[in-house]
Structures are given as C-alpha cells and as structure tokens.
C-alpha cells in the first residue's frame, strides 16, 4: 500500500522557530514505510462498527470537514460544597487535518477542554459535535468506543502501566478490539519501531529515560490508527532533546493527514501548530494562525 504523502507544502509554507539545540531525529523516513505497513495490516484485522471517517486522500487533505465543534461549551466541577467553573462558554471550530496548539496558564481550563474533546469526560452544558456527531446524545459504550478507535492520546505523566514492557503498554488499546495476540504484538512493535524504540520492546517504564517513555505513550497513542491525536502538555516533563523527537513525531503525525490537539504552556512548543488558541480563566481569549 502506498504510503500518504503530499503534504510538503504545507512544512514549506511555515517556518517554525526551532528551540535552541534541537536537532533533526532521522526517524521520519523510517517511519514512513512503518506507517505504510501499520495501515496495510490494520486494513485486514477487525473493523470498527462504525467506519473510521476519512481523514486523508492521496493527493490533498481534507482539511475543512470540522471534526471537532465545541459551541458555548461549560464544564463546573463539584468539589465539596464548592463549585469550580473551569470553563465558561468555550466555542471553536477544528478542522479535518488541522495541527492546534491550546495555550493558556495553569489552571486556565486546557485539561478540562482535553477531557472533553477527548470524551473522557462530560460537558454541563453547551454542545459538543465530533465528525458531525453530538457527543452529549452518545452512551458510555460509544464513547469508549470512539476513545478507543478514533482518539490517541498522550499525556504529560506519560501514564504507563509500571509493571508492563514497553510492548505490552503498546498493545493496551487493541486488547479492546478482539485482535490475536500475535497479531497484536506484531503491531505495537511496529509502533514502537516507529518511534526509535524497536530495541526497547521488552523494557518496562522504569527501565526507560523520560524521554523514552514519552515515545512507547505515543507508540500506544498510534497503534489504533486514529484519526485524531490530543496531547496534554507532552514535553512538559522532557529535557530539550526529547522535546523536539516528541514535537518531530506529531509533525509526522499531522503530515499523514491526522487531527492533532497539542495542549502547552510553552510558545516555542506551540510555535510548532498552525493554529494556537490562547485559553485564559475557562474562556477562548484568541484564536490565530501561527505565525
Ligand atoms: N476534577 C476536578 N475537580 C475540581 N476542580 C477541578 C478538577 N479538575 C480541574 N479543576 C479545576 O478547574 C480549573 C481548570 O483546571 P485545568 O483544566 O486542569 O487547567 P489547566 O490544564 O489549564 O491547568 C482549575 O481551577 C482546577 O482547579
Ligand atoms: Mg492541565
């Protein structure tokens, strides 16, 4: 199967500022043809119930089908007799294809607004349409469903299971899906080959670098193939050099086609996304291109 390419105008047309002492990984192209095999081999296995939509052709990207639709969104948390708002009528439109940042400071909302894109949790009132879909009308089944077969996720504290190979935290969202073992491990070694880590496969957290675990939390995050990806602060815990292999590795993401929501607190890690939407005190503060 050929491998989606297509997207060099859009690294032409940016110019990212680099942070100092970043450097180019190498893995891209190795990458690529693993990409290309991963999708051959997730075209033979289960499919889902409801088809993946389609989130790249050959020639173009189909960056203008919103799949993320937040209107008027407010999520309050219940903490004891207090009622924390955390957000307070978020609205925002991301296409099919689109790289955004969601800057803010701490305690602005931006996990929150992930939980919800992310359909981990529920909004208190507002709306919310992933791919055409209201969210808010979906039973728990169904967003475990979508959670698992249209979202990866990548989060700050990497969220690995400490007693797990590297391997076995790969295949994690594919025991849901009713794969073979065999067939299952097959893939979550070629995710971790993807991310630089095919010597790495046997070790447990523990035995990894920051670094290292952050590329199997995204080799979990692509072993499902999903369509969008949202990260929450992903270089937070990194020193600069894995800084720039992670932030590499979402470019590549985004350059086969894939929605991606990148969550920080760091401009020269948001400089990295087309679109930066600035959150302050649960409310949409600015919502530009990058420059
Ligand atoms: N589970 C929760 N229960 C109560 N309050 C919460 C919960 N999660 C977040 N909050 C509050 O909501 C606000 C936004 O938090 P969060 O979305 O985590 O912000 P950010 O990710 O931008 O730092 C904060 O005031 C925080 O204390
Ligand atoms: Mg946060």
């Not at 008027?72 to 978020?90: F, P, W």
């Not at 992930?114 to 209201?134: A, F, K, N, Q």
């Not at 991606?260 to 948001?270: C, K, N, W, Y």
Request: aromatic share 4%; hydrophobic share 35%.
């Amino acid at each position: 199967m050929a491998e989606v390419v297509g997207t060099t105008e859009n690294e032409l047309a940016w110019t990212p500022e680099e942070p100092a002492g970043q450097e180019q990984t190498g893995q891209e192209q190795a990458g690529q043809e693993q990409a290309g095999q991963e999708q051959a081999r997730s075209g033979g296995t289960a499919g889902p119930a409801t088809p993946l939509p389609p989130y790249s052709d050959n020639d173009t990207l189909v960056v203008n089908a919103p799949v993320i639709e937040l209107d008027q969104v407010t999520k309050s948390y219940r903490a004891g007799s207090l009622d924390v708002t955390a957000l307070r009528g978020v609205s925002a439109r991301i296409g099919t294809g689109e790289y955004v940042a969601i800057v803010g400071p701490s305690g602005s909302g931006k996990s929150t607004l992930m939980h919800i894109i992310g359909c981990l949790d529920v909004l208190t009132s507002g709306s919310y349409r992933l791919s055409g879909e209201d969210v808010g009308g979906m039973s728990e089944a169904d967003l475990a469903e979508i959670r698992n077969r249209r979202i990866g996720f990548v989060f700050q504290q990497f969220n690995l299971l400490p007693s797990l190979s590297a391997w076995r935290n790969v295949e994690l969202p594919l025991t849901y899906r009713g794969m073979r073992r065999e067939v299952r491990r097959a893939r979550a070694v070629a995710a971790l080959d993807r991310v630089g880590l095919a010597d790495r496969v046997e070790h447990r957290p523990g035995e990894l670098s920051g670094g290292q675990q952050q590329r199997v939390a995204m080799a979990r995050a692509l072993v499902g193939d999903p369509s969008l990806i949202l990260a929450d602060e992903p270089t937070g815990n990194l020193d600069s050099t894995a800084t720039g292999d992670v932030l590499d590795l979402l470019d590549e993401l985004h350059q086969q086609g894939r929605t991606i929501v990148l969550i920080t607190h760091e401009l020269d890690v948001a400089a990295r996304a087309h679109r930066v939407v600035r959150i302050r005190d649960g409310l949409v503060e600015s919502d530009t291109a990058a420059s």
